[in-house]
């Protein structure tokens, strides 16, 4: 009940706090609450994104909890064995949990004095071409904001890139970071962030990595961690399925303080969320690898 409706049921239809509490038969899901005052039916899990699951409610909190609450992720398999499901349906409700993560990603403007940022590449090398533009390896900006220079990370933002150029990351740090003459962007001396100069102060040095405290030693140990979470633990994911584990992994790492307000925070995101199928997800990725194939 309250995972939809926080202060209490109020009847769409009459306004009424009064209602039957009925399970359907042969649904697993299929409790409705019917006003006492009008017959208006309500559905737990209606107008949200599991609307119309085949799960049971149950098995959907077990799901529920047990994704948000995982320290690095988990995958398809170990989630089955949790939910008592079979993978292809444990698969498909991860897909559901990360479009949630990305929704609350998506409000989440960083705003700092100082920021690190680098491109790290997600994906295997291929045998004939290693480095930059192999074919399977994916570019992907990482951003983290700090409260010092070189001290106390905060905050992450990862995207998939097209390509190796300035362009597409000066557009999307203008999109998802504030900016003013007296901030600080710490990088490794890529030519692609040249152009950041016009945003703030650009600290575009080579970076001994050699050293214990070099200027990018936060973000470098995030870029392990995230490399080593979707490389490992998820396996072979494609570069269509990709922005949907970064975004799984920056939630993770911009929540890893929650504690036990996450499921207050999933109660919000579900309440918040509207209903998607997996043919609309799968039609969604498809069309994020033709642009990227057309880039």
Known sequence: MNLKWPTGLSCDKCDCHDYYLVKRKNVKNGYLLICKKCGHQHSLLANTIFQDSNLSLLKIL???YVFFNSNNGVNGNQLANYMDANVKTARKFSKKCRILMAESNNSKILQSSFYEIDILEIGGHHKEKRGKDSE???????????LEDNNYPQYVKLHTLPNYKGEPIEEYLKEKCLFDPTIVINCDRDKAFF??????????????????????????????????NINHLYRLVKKRDLPL?????????????????????????????????????????????KQFLSA
């Open 62 to 64: 077990i799901g529920l």
């Open 136 to 146: 399977n390896k994916q570019p992907t900006l990482l951003i983290l904001s700090t």
């Open 195 to 228: 152009c950041l100069n016009k945003l703030a102060q650009l600290e575009n040095s080579v970076v001994d990595y050699t050293k214990e405290n070099h200027k990018l030693k936060w973000l470098n140990t995030f870029t392990g961690n995230i490399q080593s």
């Open 245 to 289: 584990f970064l975004s799984e992994q920056e939630w993770r790492i911009n929540h890893r303080y929650s504690g036990k307000r996450i499921m207050d925070k999933v109660k919000k995101y579900i309440s918040m969320s509207t209903p998607v199928t997996f043919k609309q997800i799968t039609n969604s990725v498809l069309a994020y690898e």
